[in-house]
Protein backbone atom coordinates (compact mmCIF):
# COMPACT_ATOMS: atom_id res chain seq x y z
CA UNK A 1 0.00 0.00 0.00
CA UNK A 2 1.54 3.65 -1.37
CA UNK A 3 2.70 5.52 1.98
CA UNK A 4 -0.13 8.21 2.06
CA UNK A 5 -2.78 5.68 1.75
CA UNK A 6 -1.41 4.26 4.81
CA UNK A 7 -0.64 7.39 6.46
CA UNK A 8 -4.90 8.28 6.04
CA UNK A 9 -5.99 4.69 7.58
CA UNK A 10 -3.48 4.90 10.85
CA UNK A 11 -5.02 8.38 10.94
CA UNK A 12 -8.69 7.13 10.60
CA UNK A 13 -7.47 4.12 13.28
CA UNK A 14 -6.43 7.28 15.76
CA UNK A 15 -9.47 9.02 15.14
CA UNK A 16 -11.92 5.97 15.49
CA UNK A 17 -9.39 4.61 18.79
CA UNK A 18 -9.59 7.97 20.36
CA UNK A 19 -13.29 8.33 20.67
CA UNK A 20 -13.59 4.73 20.84
CA UNK A 21 -16.07 3.83 17.93
CA UNK A 22 -16.80 -0.14 17.38
CA UNK A 23 -19.29 -1.05 14.49
CA UNK A 24 -21.62 -4.30 13.83
CA UNK A 25 -20.88 -5.18 9.98
CA UNK A 26 -23.55 -6.91 8.44
CA UNK A 27 -25.04 -8.43 11.24
CA UNK A 28 -27.40 -6.75 13.29
CA UNK A 29 -30.36 -7.70 10.90
CA UNK A 30 -30.05 -11.12 11.94
CA UNK A 31 -30.49 -10.56 15.49
CA UNK A 32 -33.80 -8.78 14.60
CA UNK A 33 -34.93 -11.69 11.66
CA UNK A 34 -34.33 -14.00 14.86
CA UNK A 35 -36.35 -12.31 17.15
CA UNK A 36 -39.45 -10.88 15.21
CA UNK A 37 -39.51 -14.89 13.06
CA UNK A 38 -40.27 -16.90 15.90
CA UNK A 39 -42.55 -14.18 17.46
CA UNK A 40 -44.34 -14.24 14.41
CA UNK A 41 -44.43 -17.73 13.57
CA UNK A 42 -45.76 -18.46 16.87
CA UNK A 43 -48.83 -16.41 16.22
CA UNK A 44 -49.64 -18.05 12.87
CA UNK A 45 -48.90 -21.71 14.15
CA UNK A 46 -50.89 -20.84 17.54
CA UNK A 47 -53.88 -18.66 16.88
CA UNK A 48 -54.95 -16.68 20.24
CA UNK A 49 -52.76 -18.88 22.32
CA UNK A 50 -49.95 -18.53 20.18
CA UNK A 51 -49.94 -14.89 20.60
CA UNK A 52 -49.57 -15.07 24.17
CA UNK A 53 -46.69 -17.54 23.70
CA UNK A 54 -45.41 -15.18 21.01
CA UNK A 55 -44.27 -13.05 23.48
CA UNK A 56 -42.66 -15.56 24.98
CA UNK A 57 -40.94 -16.90 21.89
CA UNK A 58 -40.10 -13.10 21.12
CA UNK A 59 -37.58 -13.04 23.80
CA UNK A 60 -36.20 -16.66 22.80
CA UNK A 61 -35.97 -15.19 19.49
CA UNK A 62 -34.02 -12.06 21.41
CA UNK A 63 -31.38 -14.34 22.56
CA UNK A 64 -30.84 -16.16 19.78
CA UNK A 65 -30.13 -13.22 17.90
CA UNK A 66 -27.99 -11.54 20.62
CA UNK A 67 -25.76 -15.42 20.32
CA UNK A 68 -26.19 -14.99 16.42
CA UNK A 69 -24.41 -11.60 16.59
CA UNK A 70 -22.43 -12.43 19.68
CA UNK A 71 -18.60 -11.16 18.51
CA UNK A 72 -19.59 -8.85 15.23
CA UNK A 73 -18.90 -5.73 16.80
CA UNK A 74 -15.07 -5.02 15.90
CA UNK A 75 -13.16 -1.73 16.94
CA UNK A 76 -13.54 0.33 14.29
CA UNK A 77 -9.16 0.17 13.62
CA UNK A 78 -9.61 -3.37 13.37
CA UNK A 79 -12.40 -2.94 10.56
CA UNK A 80 -10.64 -0.02 8.80
CA UNK A 81 -7.29 -2.42 8.46
CA UNK A 82 -9.24 -5.03 7.18
CA UNK A 83 -10.43 -3.64 4.45
CA UNK A 84 -9.55 -4.52 0.89
CA UNK A 85 -7.17 -2.32 -0.83
CA UNK A 86 -9.91 -0.75 -2.98
CA UNK A 87 -11.84 0.36 -0.12
CA UNK A 88 -8.81 1.56 1.41
CA UNK A 89 -8.29 3.65 -1.68
CA UNK A 90 -11.43 5.11 -2.17
CA UNK A 91 -11.63 5.92 1.47
CA UNK A 92 -8.65 7.77 1.04
CA UNK A 93 -9.64 9.35 -1.92
CA UNK A 94 -13.18 10.81 0.51
CA UNK A 95 -10.26 11.87 3.32
CA UNK A 96 -8.38 13.69 1.25
CA UNK A 97 -10.98 15.95 -0.21
CA UNK A 98 -11.86 16.77 3.01
CA UNK A 99 -7.97 17.36 3.75
CA UNK A 100 -7.92 19.48 0.71
CA UNK A 101 -4.27 21.15 0.37
CA UNK A 102 -2.84 19.87 3.38
CA UNK A 103 0.66 18.36 3.13
CA UNK A 104 2.55 16.49 5.57
CA UNK A 105 5.33 14.25 5.50
CA UNK A 106 4.49 11.13 8.03
CA UNK A 107 1.41 9.82 9.62
CA UNK A 108 2.49 11.84 12.95
CA UNK A 109 2.46 15.13 11.27
CA UNK A 110 -0.66 14.10 9.73
CA UNK A 111 -2.61 13.20 12.82
CA UNK A 112 -1.17 16.29 15.15
CA UNK A 113 -2.31 18.87 12.18
CA UNK A 114 -5.99 17.02 12.28
CA UNK A 115 -5.91 16.75 15.82
CA UNK A 116 -5.22 20.07 16.06
CA UNK A 117 -7.91 21.43 14.48
CA UNK A 118 -11.32 20.72 15.84
CA UNK A 119 -13.01 21.47 12.46
CA UNK A 120 -11.23 19.51 10.09
CA UNK A 121 -11.11 16.68 13.11
CA UNK A 122 -14.75 16.36 13.15
CA UNK A 123 -14.62 16.55 8.98
CA UNK A 124 -12.35 13.88 9.09
CA UNK A 125 -14.64 11.61 11.15
CA UNK A 126 -17.68 12.51 9.99
CA UNK A 127 -16.26 11.14 6.42
CA UNK A 128 -14.67 8.42 8.48
CA UNK A 129 -18.26 7.52 9.54
CA UNK A 130 -20.18 7.98 6.97
CA UNK A 131 -18.00 5.66 4.59
CA UNK A 132 -17.82 2.90 6.95
CA UNK A 133 -22.15 3.09 6.87
CA UNK A 134 -22.50 3.52 3.12
CA UNK A 135 -19.65 1.19 2.12
CA UNK A 136 -19.64 -1.72 4.60
CA UNK A 137 -22.96 -1.80 5.67
CA UNK A 138 -22.12 -1.29 9.13
CA UNK A 139 -23.52 0.40 12.52
CA UNK A 140 -21.14 2.48 14.36
CA UNK A 141 -21.35 2.87 18.42
CA UNK A 142 -19.69 4.86 20.45
CA UNK A 143 -18.37 3.04 23.62
CA UNK A 144 -20.00 5.07 27.06
Excluded at 31 to 51: H, M, Q, R, T
Excluded at 110 to 131: E, F, K
Aim: net charge neutral.
Amino acid sequence: MPPRVDDVMKLCCELSANQQVKTAVKQSGKGAVAAGGLAFAGGLLGGPLGIAVGKYRGAVGGLLGCWMTSGQFKPLPQVIMEMTPDQQRRLYDDITAVLGSITWTDVAQLTALVLGNASLQQQVTATLLSYIHKELQAEVHYID
